[in-house]
C-alpha cells in the first residue's frame, strides 16, 4: 500500500534562517507531489505541485522554493524565514482514478512556527 | 474565477442532528467535487466525491446535493456524531488534479 511521510512534525524557527521540509512517497512510481499550506480561516494554499523530477510549478509567489531530487521525494525549502511564513504545511500524492479524476492523500503534516 | 465559496466558517450541532455545509463555484469547466476531512494534527482525507452527472450522492451518513444551474453543491451529515467534530473542505477541480479548496468548515457535534 502507497504511504506518505513528512517531516519533521514540528519546527520553531528564527526569522531570518532557512528551511527544509521533507516528504517521501512509498509504495508508488511517478506520483503528482504537492506542497499545500494551511493557514486559519484560509483553507488548503497549494504552494507547489510537480509530476516528475526536477519538474516544478509555483502556484503562489512567495518566499519558498521547491524541489524534487528524485521520483518520489519532494522538498520544500527557503533560504530566509519571514514571520509570515508560519503555518501548517502538508505534502500531497495523486492517483488517477476513472475518467480523468484524480484523489489527493495528504501527510500528516508540519507545523512551523517562525518566531 | 477560480475560488471556491465555502460557509459557514464554523457549525455546532447537537448529536442525532443534520449537519449542512455549503459550497459554491464560479468556473463552469469543473466537473470533479470532492469534500475532505481533517481532525485535528492530521492531514485532510477524501470523504466523499461527485460528478456532474449526478444531483446527488450518498455514502452511509454523509450525502452531497449537486445543484449544477445554482453552480452550488452541499455536504448533508445525518445523525451527527462527536466522532464526526472536525474540518470539512469542499474542494473543485477542472478535469486534473489542481484541486482548488474551499475555506473549511469547522464542526463541532455535541453530546
Known amino acids: 500500500s502507497q504511504t506518505i511521510h513528512q517531516w519533521p512534525a514540528t519546527l520553531v524557527q528564527p526569522v531570518g534562517s532557512p528551511l527544509s521540509l521533507e516528504c517521501t512517497v512509498e509504495?508508488?512510481?511517478?506520483?503528482?507531489l504537492y506542497w499545500y499550506r494551511q493557514a486559519a480561516g484560509r483553507g488548503l494554499q497549494l504552494l507547489f505541485y510537480?509530476?516528475?523530477?526536477?519538474?516544478i510549478s509555483s502556484e503562489v509567489p512567495q518566499n519558498l522554493s521547491a524541489s524534487r531530487p528524485q521520483d518520489r521525494q519532494f522538498i520544500l525549502s527557503s533560504k530566509k524565514l519571514l514571520l509570515s511564513d508560519s503555518g501548517f504545511y502538508l505534502c500531497?500524492?495523486?492517483?488517477?482514478?476513472?475518467?480523468?479524476?484524480?484523489?489527493?492523500?495528504f501527510g500528516e503534516g508540519s507545523r512551523l512556527t517562525v518566531l | 474565477q477560480q475560488q471556491v465559496k465555502q460557509s459557514p466558517q464554523s457549525l455546532i450541532v447537537q448529536k442525532g442532528g443534520i449537519s449542512i455545509i455549503n459550497c459554491a463555484y464560479e468556473?463552469?469547466?469543473?466537473?470533479?467535487f470532492p469534500w475532505y476531512q481533517q481532525f485535528p494534527g492530521k492531514g485532510p482525507a477524501l470523504l466523499i466525491a461527485?460528478?456532474?452527472?449526478?444531483s446527488e450522492k450518498k455514502e452511509g451518513r454523509f450525502t452531497i446535493s449537486f445543484n449544477k444551474s445554482a453552480k452550488q453543491f452541499s455536504l448533508h451529515i445525518m445523525d451527527s456524531q462527536p466522532g464526526d467534530s472536525a474540518t470539512y473542505f469542499c474542494?473543485?477541480?477542472?478535469?486534473?488534479?489542481?484541486?482548488?479548496f474551499g475555506t473549511g468548515t469547522r464542526l463541532q457535534v455535541f453530546p
Open positions: 509504495g508508488t512510481s511517478n506520483p503528482n
Open positions: 500531497a500524492w495523486s492517483v488517477r482514478l476513472g475518467r480523468g479524476v484524480r484523489e489527493l492523500f
Open positions: 474542494a473543485a477541480s477542472r478535469r486534473t488534479d489542481k484541486l482548488i
Open positions: 461527485i460528478r456532474p452527472d449526478v
Open positions: 468556473n463552469t469547466a469543473f466537473d470533479y
Open positions: 510537480s509530476v516528475g523530477i526536477g519538474q
